[in-house]
Structures are given as C-alpha cells and as structure tokens.
C-alpha cells in the first residue's frame, strides 16, 4: 500500500481526522510524478489501490484552481466507492470520536421549525398555511447545521464555550427563512410543481399567492435579524439577499466564450448557493469571537461548502432519478441552464455549444445534451471539482481549535459529496 | 428611484426582456407604462412625503454633531429612506402583476408569454427588495430596520386581502363592516408610509413623540389618499361612461353596512341582470342614493382632520404647509 500508493505517507489508512491537510496540503512536487491523488484532504490512497483523478486544472482558466499543485494523469474514477469504504474504515483507526454532524447539531436545532413558525406570525390562515408549508421538518436542514456547528466551533475556539449563543441560533433561523423564501420565488421563476416530495406552493395557491408568501418570509427573517440588534450581522446578511438575486439575473445571461462560461457558473453558483452559507458562518463567527481572521475562515469554509454543495446538485440533476431527488431530474436543461457537468462535456463534445447559446430550446436538445453528459466525463469532472472544494474547506476550517464540531464539519464536507439526494 | 438604481444592468436586461411583453397581455407591461406616465402625478408621491417631513421636523435635538450631514435642512440618512419607501412600493406594485397560471384562458394569449412575464415579475421585484434590504442595512439603525422590514410584511397582508377579493367571481363582496375594510386598508396602503415616517424621525434621533406624530400623520394622510381615490366613481359629473368601480370600495362597503347586507346582495344581482354582466352605472346610482357616498366623505374628512392634528406639533416653516396642502388636495370634493 505504501509504494504502490507512491506516497510519501505513513504506512497506515489516514484516519478520518488525517483527512484534513495540515501538512497534507503541500505542493505534491515532492512525490514521485504521476502518483499524486487527488488533493489530501478527501482523496484517499486505499488498498484497491492508486486513485488519481483527472485534472481539469489546465483547462480552467476561468475558475479559481486553489490546490492544484499536482500533475494530473488519466483514472479510473472510482472514488466514491473507495472513499465509502475508506470512511468507514477511519472510524476505528480515528482517535477521535466519529460523531454524526447531525446528532451534534440536534440539541440546537430541535425546535428550529417549531421557532421559525413563530416568527411568520401573520393572522391569515391561508397566508400561514403557505408560509410554514415548507417549514416541515422534512428538508435536509442542512444550512442551519453548518450554521450551528461553526458557531460551537467558533466559540470552542475563542474561549472553550460549547454554548450557542441566542443570537447565533438566530442567525441559522434567518439563513434557513431566507433560503425557503428564496426557493419560493424560485418555484415561480421556474414554473417547477414539485419539491421535496410534495407539491410547490405555486402548483397549489397559485403564483400570485406564492410570490407573496416568499415576500412575506423575507420580511420576517428581516425582522428576526433586525432583533438581533447588530448592524454587521444584519449587514453581511442582508448582502446574501442581494447576491441571492444578482444571482438569478446570472442565470438569465449567457455568455459566448467557453472561458468565461465556466468564471460565470462559478460566479452564479456562488451567489446562488454558496453566500447563503458563507455568510451565516461568517456572522455566527462574528458573534461568537472577536478574531477577523476567524470570520474568514468561516466565511471560507462556508464558501467552499457551498460551492461543492451546488456542483454535486448538478451533478445529481443527471445521475439521479426524479423520485430519489424529491423533484425532477434533469431539471436544469430543461430550463435552459447549463451546469457544471454540461460544460465539461462540451470540451469533448464541441456539438453541444450551439444547444448550450440556445439554451436547449429546440425539441431534442435536452435528451441530446443528457446523452453527451452522460457519455463524456462530464460527471466526473465535476464531481472531482466539488472534491477540490471541499479539500480547501477542510484546509480552512482546520485552522481553528480542535473540536468535536470541528470534525463534523469536515465530517460535513465528505457528507456534502457523498450526497444521493 | 434611485439612479444607480435605475442605471444598473439587472434593470437594463430586465427592461429589454419585458419588451417581448409588449403585444402580450401581462399585467406587468401596465405597470412598467405607469411609471412612465402617470397621469395623476402619484409618482414617488411616498418619497416625497418622507422627505417632506424630514425638513418639517428639523434637526435632531438630541445630537448637535448629528447636524453635518444634513442637506437642505434633510439628513442623508433620510434621503436615503425616501429612496427605500419608493423602491418598496415599487417592488410590490411590481408584484402585484403576477398571473396565476392554472387561471388563464386562451383569451389571455400564449402560455409561454405569461410565464415569461412571471418571471420579469417576480425578478425585477426582488430586485427592487433586495435593493431596498441593502439601503437599509447601510442605515446602520437596527431599530429603522424593524420598523420597515415590519411594513413589509404589513403590506404583505395588505395585498393578500386585496387579492382574495378580486378572486372570487360569484361573491363579489365581502362580508365586511367599515373597521374591517379599514384594518385591511391601513395594511395595504398606510402602514408603509406611517411606519416610513416614524423610521424618518428615528434617524434624526427625535422624540418618542414626535416619531408617532409622524406616524400618524403618515397613516391618516394615507387613509385620506385611499378614500378620496374610491370615491371619485360617485363624485364627478355624471359622464356618459360609468368607470367600473370595486365593490369593495369605501362607498359600497359603506351602503352595504347601512343598507343590510342581503338587501346589498339584492341590489347587486338586479345591476347584474340578464348574462351576468355588471350594469355599474345602475350599481353607482343604487349606491348614491344611500347614505355610503357622504358617508365615505366624512370618513375621508375625519382623517385628514387627524393628520393636520398631527402636524400641529410639528413648527410651522414650508415643509409643514407643503404637507397640510397634501391633505387638502386628497379631502377635496367636487
């Protein structure tokens, strides 16, 4: 395993906590070429063998290519399956507890929808009924996790407190109220009639009613973050709204050159996606420790989980089916939006730039692009991306103290790719 | 509007999308017109208010370092308000030119146009909000932040009641007695302002006091606005066309209170006569001849007494009169 792996590592399986890079993110110069993996963190030397994945890292100019350093040769891509058995081997050989992020996070989060109820206080019955239709319990709560859990960390590391201060719950409430408001108005935008397993509020109420309840969600979160009574809080998530948006207009837009398309998805993918969670960790980290340096390892670390967290949504888009996801696959072509996954296979498949500018509206188009994706490496590409992404979140969060909410949340960034739905 | 506003690329590619509107049939192509011409000079008539009573209300006494920002007797911060004031109305006249889909006949035109027209909708909206939530949040007054994120969602409701009205085919008035419809008007079409008021007088650090003389006068001003507006059906010169009126009006809700509602009902049906078709002109003199029509008067006069109240305690200078004469132009009959 040592040599074949052509490591400069120890002998042994990394554990779970090995994952991380402090000292693992080094330019792999100093290894043998051709043996490198994928970056330290989540790339895993096992016994099945050498895993090294190809390297869109030449190509990318327009993306920001972090960790890079390595020389890239052709794979096999079996990296989840590796990776799975690879995890569950850590645990034992981990000195560390292995804990579930959401068994951490369960205390804080208990009452979350139960609280975030309360602040859609409105007198309609029908209003009501819309605005805490998505407040079910039974999304991923998965933004309110991160949330939560670096707030602990980010107290652990300031001073040794575990508690979550009533402000910071606060915020993971706002980010989870700003983030439903938003998938409203998009359900509208999108003309979609399922999410999550069940009905959009537009399919049911109409789209004049649903647009109005997302009005009304973003309202409250407002208020809620209004009572907070800090103007950097409300600041830096008040400019999630705005990226919110700015990024939809993204969307709207296309661009002619392969370049700039892929700066673009970034970009929009950022805004869309990635500031919701950066920002609620940067202000939970602001609340919770008076360090700038520590707001921007938050800040990274939500930034790079976000970012991954999107490119594996696309990537679902193809690979899932539509009962699994809770909502229809390949969703994205049919409105017109290409991905991640598309825009790679469109290096091996210059066909598809022209359904790429007319966003796959002729008949045909959806399937043809689905095809091409599915026979490119297109899939692969991405997935290997949003690895990269959550290497350098890992990097990142590494920085603090350690902590059990620490772990989990590089616990979180396997969690985010390994991902089915 | 603010310019930068106005100038920035979110704005010009929406304005460049909504004309494939034009030919189609999509509220949001009405809108767009009206802020290009408005006819009744409502235009950013919040704004100015705002900024009205800013000037009216002077100096913040409390802080004197507090003065350097000021411009032409108005501080920066509440200019900026005004702006957010407009930019939240606009956004939700905006949104309330949103189509339900599973409504629409072959009348209305290809599906395709209407959801893109949705969809222009539903950005450009948001795109006012969220500038709208950064204005705000530049402020840096968390209690201004409460205040109109709170008038938000008053205006919310407001609208949500406004549609559920317009909804209904069969019953084409509600139930409601006049402090019902005035709740739900207050919602719609005063808090925004009222609220917007106090927030101006909190920026300059003025009294609990005068922070709600401002309220109320933004919200009996309003109140007068919107009576003044339902009446002008039953109070100009009887014309050769009758203008389609809401049911939901202040006159007719008035009528109905005093009338009963089933002999309202009464009334409604015989104006409906043979093919459900709607003979306004025969409902407009129905309504006339009962007790709603003056009635509505004395209400629209009873606030805009409230609000000159209001500004009473407010010192005399141009700003002032400048707001007394809003309230006369909007209780001002023929």
């Known amino acids: 395993m040592n040599g074949a792996a052509g490591g400069a590592e120890r002998p042994r399986l990394p554990p779970a906590r090995g994952r991380r890079s402090s000292g693992r993110s080094q330019p792999t110069s100093s290894l043998p070429p051709g043996s490198a993996g994928p970056p330290g963190g989540s790339g895993v030397r ?103 859990l670096m707030a602990r960390a980010c107290n652990i590391h300031h001073n040794n407190s575990r508690e979550v201060q009533a402000s910071q719950r606060s915020v993971a409430i706002i980010a989870e109220m700003i983030h439903t408001a938003s998938l409203v108005h998009d359900d509208v935008i999108d003309d979609a009639n399922s999410r999550r397993g069940k009905m959009t509020v537009n399919q049911i109420w109409g789209e004049r009613k649903a647009v109005l309840a997302g009005d009304f ?65 940067k202000a939970v980290s602001i609340l919770g420790c008076p360090d700038p340096k520590v707001h921007e390892i938050a800040y990274q670390y939500g930034k790079n989980v976000g970012i991954a967290f999107q490119l594996i949504d696309d990537v679902l888009d193809f690979t899932s089916c539509a009962d699994h996801l809770g909502k229809p696959a390949a969703a994205d072509l049919k409105l017109g939006l290409a991905t991640g996954p598309v825009l790679f296979a469109c290096r091996q498949f210059p066909e598809m730039n022209a359904m790429i500018m007319r966003r796959f509206s002729k008949p045909g188009d959806v399937e043809r692009a689905r095809k091409y994706v599915l026979q490119s490496d297109g899939v692969q590409q991405t997935t290997y991306l949003a690895q990269r992404y959550c290497h350098e979140a890992t990097r990142e969060i590494s920085k603090l103290r350690p902590s059990p909410e620490r772990e989990a949340l590089i616990q979180l960034t396997e969690m985010v790719l390994m991902r089915d739905k | 509007m603010s310019l930068r506003c106005l100038l920035s690329d979110e704005l010009s590619n929406i304005a460049m999308q909504v004309r494939k509107l034009v030919g189609t049939k999509h509220p949001l192509l009405d809108t767009a017109r009206g802020f290009v011409y408005d006819s009744r000079n409502n235009l950013q008539m919040r704004g100015l208010v705002v900024l009205l009573i800013s000037k009216a209300a002077g100096p913040s006494t409390a802080e004197l370092s507090f003065q350097h920002n000021m411009v032409s007797g108005i501080y920066s911060s509440q200019r900026s308000l005004a702006e957010i004031t407009e930019l939240i109305h606009t956004a939700f006249l905006v949104h309330r030119g949103i189509v339900n889909i599973g409504e629409l006949k072959s009348c209305d035109g290809p599906l395709k146009d209407m959801q893109f027209g949705n969809k222009m909708a539903v950005l450009s909206g948001d795109f006012l909000l969220a500038n709208a939530c950064t204005s705000l949040a530049q402020l840096q007054n968390t209690k201004v932040v409460e205040l109109i994120s709170s008038a938000i969602g008053d205006l919310v409701q407001g609208i949500y009641y406004e549609n559920s009205k317009s909804s209904e085919e069969n019953c084409l008035t509600d139930d409601i007695g006049i402090s019902t419809w005035k709740e739900q008007v207050f919602l719609s079409h005063s808090a925004l302002l009222a609220k917007s008021c106090q927030a101006a007088m909190e920026l300059a650090k003025h009294s609990a006091e005068i922070q709600d003389m401002a309220f109320q006068y933004g919200k009996h001003m309003s109140m007068s606005h919107k009576l003044h507006s339902d009446l002008q059906p039953f109070v100009k010169e009887s014309s050769s066309d009758t203008v389609a009126f809401s049911l939901n009006s202040a006159p007719a809700v008035l009528h109905q209170e005093f009338l009963g509602r089933e002999a309202w009902i009464k009334q409604i049906k015989e104006a409906q006569g043979k093919g459900n078709i709607m003979d306004y002109k025969k409902l407009q003199e129905a309504i006339k001849a009962g007790k709603g029509v003056t009635s509505a008067i004395d209400l629209c006069r009873c606030h805009g007494s409230r609000a000159l109240a209001a500004l009473e305690r407010f010192p005399p200078s141009e700003a002032r009169a400048a707001l007394a004469n809003i309230v006369y132009a909007v209780t001002r009959f023929p």
């Open chain 1, 217 to 281: 969600i973003l309202s409250a979160a407002s208020l809620a973050l209004a009572r907070i009574g800090n103007t950097t809080i409300i600041s830096v998530l008040t400019q999630v709204i705005e990226d919110l948006v700015r990024g939809e207009f993204l969307q709207l837009g296309s661009k002619e050159n392969e370049n700039e398309r892929f700066a673009h998805y970034l970009e929009k993918t950022f805004k869309k996606t990635a500031s919701l969670i950066a920002n609620s960790c």
């Open chain 1, 46 to 148: 096992g016994p099945a063998g050498r895993l090294r994945a190809r390297g869109p890292c030449r190509r990318q100019e327009g993306s920001q290519c972090k960790v890079c350093h390595f020389t890239q040769r052709s794979s096999t891509f079996s990296f989840p399956k590796i990776c799975n058995i690879f995890w569950r081997c850590s645990k034992t050989a981990s000195d560390e507890k292995y804990q579930d992020p959401f068994q951490l996070g369960r205390k804080d989060l208990k009452n979350l929808y139960e609280d975030i109820k309360k602040e859609l206080l409105v007198s309609t019955v029908e209003l009501k009924e819309m605005c805490d239709y998505y407040f079910d319990g039974k999304g991923k709560a998965f933004r309110p996790m991160i949330v939560v």
